[in-house]
């Protein structure tokens, strides 16, 4: 059904039920003559024909000038009444229905309403907001002001006589309710879909006039100026009330394109912003602060960069150093601003925060090879030096019962690969799979099975699973098998084998996504020195051989292909590199043994890069707890104001089982920072999920987070996601006083602000407007009763007497 189709239904469902009521009866009594000519005929003709042919009887008579006029004027009414007693004189009795105008009051509910003006520089408006709302204009949005001039709109109407209808609209038009509030959280400005929906949802009905009152800004739908003319073709005047600062608009905002959800204690932070702007032109300062979560007056500035100031807005990266200012907080927060301009009257949109966990624990990793080929001995020494935020357990399946296997100091040596879910989900966060088979990883068959059973599960509760190719079981063995399921990869069940593969050509990496790189192959913040280390002679130390595989996965990304290489069947060159989840679980591929060989030419700097930041990407899901019995998260990262927000939580009870409870409580916290409760509910026939839906209120900022025992902030999970205005609403949220007044002229209505009322109010509601329709009537003749007979004896005896005293025949 088309959209304006399916409001106008709603619209005539939801009206109130004496909408087509026909108004109160009235009794109007009068006289009217049912014969008479024409007004003209009457006046021309009629009156001066009775007197002349009055004059012209008494013309050649020997009178007094006083006589004879006053016999001419009674010869003139005798002619007069025998002429209205031919006009068929009548009383009417009629008995009428009053119906009152109707007005249509139309309330912007779209998103750019919630925006706060503020007025700057203009006192007289400051003062007028205060006078309306009682609040400082700094913090009065225009759907405040909308509400305050909503009572008085509807109360001049009903003063006048008028039947007052509010309706809210944004993309569509629904009734609005006494006592109803309104809100902004319309997607889209459909003004002149509006006028059209209010004009055929009260066909039939007497409406005079229609008010608007919004910003104007029409973002979708019909033009307003098209409907215009429509509505004073019905004779409905459209009358406008801006509500907005409309005076022209400075404005720069700032965008936050990306940033990391977590890192490791002691890595850099890149933010990745936009800064737009509108009615300026040259550049501005774009600055990188850290803020204290301790101390909000202490703020830092770790970063910043000239920026152009053009409508497009280009991409700008700042990067934060390592050290906090909140030495051992959990979290960093930061803001990325831009000073107000001169003129600049909003300015909420001149500065985003972020927040980035910082995990404090150990990242803790499984690695397990089958063989200690170049890839494995490179990495087991990098990934015991790298970090002291690492753990990592290794074991060798080809070495001999009594080989000590290599680990992070401190950590017991492993006597056989872990099996069990209990064993990876409390001990590891990532598993590095080399070139082994899992399925025999045991001498016992059986524990095979229950390894990829229990890292398939370790995988969906948020671990990460890296598997680097090898020349002779990874992947090939695994071709087909459910443990193929979680790989990010298409694989060739038919396998491959070393002879498929050229192995005596060095061949470059090319970057999938050069201008924007996946952070784990972003070795270095500059976008073009970064491509040429991976693609140039001069960069990184190329490979010989690679496993082919038919392609990524749907929703898989490739980070790294081939240059030419097509092996894998697929339309284009070979993946390298390719990220995936499953489902909340992050996956790596890496179809290449030669990662090694980038310290050739550059020692431990880009070797140690990529693998810290493959860690920590892979870390992520379980990085997100302190308590690793829970995950939360929101389904999305950004939602529109006007969306419900969705919420999973997956728990695990004391015993690393799903849990049976029938609800799991978490706490929403809002841009302000208050807190409040919401339940999830169990999903039924999924133990240990929990779902959970709420309405955002304002746009910023939330996070949800789960209090996990007595263990302090630290051990609380927590989710973060972004409210905001919708795309339409947000990309040019000026007020429109050209087009709001435009709208008005040519319907014929008139245009006012809700700073002042008074051209709306005193001219759009004039009195005496009702219609009056008849419903009956009863006649009854005038020209038999007495008073006729009598009014026609006195003049025509009054003449017979004046006669005989001018002794006239």
């Known amino acids: 059904m088309p959209p304006f189709t399916s409001m106008l239904l709603a619209l005539q469902d939801a009206l109130p039920g004496d909408a087509l009521e026909r108004g109160s009866d009235a009794i109007q009594e009068t006289w ?14 009629i009156v001066p024909g009775s007197f002349a042919v009055a004059a012209i009887a008494y013309a050649r008579e020997s009178l007094s000038a006083p006589m004879r006029w006053t016999l001419v004027g009674l010869r003139t009414l005798s002619f007069l009444l025998l002429f209205a007693v031919l006009f068929r004189p009548v009383f009417v009795r009629q008995e009428q229905s009053v119906i009152a105008p109707e007005v249509l009051f139309l309330f912007d509910g779209s998103g750019s309403m919630a925006r706060e003006d503020g007025y700057v520089g203009d006192d007289e408006a400051r003062d007028a907001v205060r006078a309306l709302t009682g609040e400082s204009a700094d913090s009065v949005s225009r759907l405040e002001l909308a509400e305050a001039v909503r009572p008085r709109l509807l109360s001049a109407a009903r003063e006048a006589g008028y039947v007052p209808r509010a309706l809210r609209f944004a993309d569509d038009v629904t009734p609005l309710a006494d006592g109803a509030r309104l809100d902004a959280r319309g997607a889209a400005t459909a003004i002149g879909d509006a006028i059209r929906g209010a004009l055929a949802g009260a066909r039939g009905r007497y409406v005079t006039d229609i008010v608007l009152v919004s910003d104007g800004r029409s973002n979708v739908g019909t033009p307003p100026d098209e409907v215009a003319a429509a509505a004073r073709a019905a004779g409905v005047a459209i009358d406008t009330v801006l509500v907005g600062d409309d005076r022209t608009e400075v404005n720069v905002a700032v965008e936050l394109v990306d940033a990391p959800e977590a890192v490791l204690e002691g890595d850099q932070i890149a933010v990745a912003a936009r800064v737009s702007a509108r009615g300026t032109e040259g550049s501005a300062s774009l600055l990188l ?19 152009p100031l053009v409508e497009s807005g280009d991409r700008i990266v ?47 990793v499984l690695y397990v090879e089958g063989y200690p080929r170049h890839e494995y001995r490179f990495l087991n020494w990098e990934l015991k030096r790298m970090d002291e935020r690492i753990d990592v357990q290794l074991f060798l399946l080809s070495a001999d019962a009594e080989f000590q296997q290599e680990r992070t100091r401190g950590l017991a040596s492993l006597k056989r690969v872990p099996t069990t879910r209990e064993e990876l989900l409390e001990n590891y966060d990532v598993v590095i799979l080399g070139d082994v088979n899992p399925y025999d990883i045991s001498p016992d068959p059986s524990k095979g099975e229950e390894f990829v059973r229990s890292l398939r599960e370790f995988v969906e509760r948020g671990g990460g699973l890296c598997v680097i190719a090898g020349r002779y079981d990874m992947p090939r063995a695994i071709a087909g098998t459910e443990f193929s399921e979680m790989l990010p990869v298409e694989l060739d069940r038919a396998g491959a084998t070393l002879l498929d593969v050229p192995t005596s050509e060095t061949w470059r990496y090319r970057l999938e996504s050069p201008a924007a790189p996946h952070e784990i192959v972003t070795l270095v913040e500059d976008v073009e020195r970064n491509r040429l280390l991976w693609e140039d002679p001069q960069g990184l130390h190329g490979f010989y051989w690679h496993y082919p595989v ?12 081939h240059p030419e ?104 916290e809002d841009p302000d920072g208050e807190e409040r409760p919401l339940d999830l509910s169990l999903v039924s026939g999924r133990p240990g999920l929990f779902r959970g839906t709420f309405q955002p209120e304002r746009p910023g900022r939330h996070v949800v987070r789960i209090r996990a025992g007595s263990g302090g902030p630290e051990n609380d999970v927590t989710a973060e996601f972004d409210v905001q205005l919708p795309s339409r609403e947000s990309a040019d949220p000026s007020p429109d006083p050209e087009g709001m007044a435009r709208l008005a002229s040519l319907s014929g209505g008139v245009a006012a602000t809700a700073l002042d009322l008074d051209p709306v109010l005193e001219q759009a509601f004039p009195a005496d407007q009702e219609r009056r329709e008849p419903v009956s009537s009863q006649l009854e003749d005038a020209w038999d009763r007495w008073a006729t007979l009598v009014l026609a004896l006195l003049l025509l005896g009054a003449e017979w007497v004046l006669r005989k005293r001018a002794e006239l025949v």
């Open 565 to 668: 290489a097509r092996y894998g069947g697929g339309d284009e060159p070979d993946p390298l590199l390719v990220a995936g989840y499953f489902p909340s679980g992050r996956t790596l591929f890496l179809s290449i043994e030669a990662s090694w060989m980038w310290r050739n030419r550059f020692g431990h700097l880009y070797y140690d890069t990529f693998w810290r930041g493959a860690l920590r990407w892979l870390a992520l899901g379980r990085m997100r707890s302190g308590d690793r019995r829970f995950q939360l998260e929101a389904l999305r990262s950004t939602y529109d104001i006007a969306d419900r927000v969705t919420l999973e939580a997956r728990v695990l009870d004391d015993d690393f089982r799903p849990s049976e409870a029938a609800n799991q409580e978490i706490v929403l």
């Open 32 to 45: 009217r003559f049912l014969e008479m000519p024409a007004t003209w005929i009457v006046a021309l003709l």
């Open 318 to 364: 700042l990067v934060a150093g390592r050290d906090a200012v909140d030495f051992g907080a959990g979290e960093r927060r930061f803001r990325l601003r831009v000073a107000p301009l001169e003129g600049e009257r909003v300015t909420d949109d001149n500065q985003v925060t972020v927040s980035v966990r910082v995990n404090r624990q150990k990242v803790r």
């Open 289 to 307: 602060e850290e803020v204290s979560a301790r101390d909000p007056e202490n703020v830092r500035l770790v970063a910043s960069e000239e920026v």
């Open 550 to 561: 038919r392609g990524a996965k749907p929703g898989a990304e490739v980070l790294l292909r």
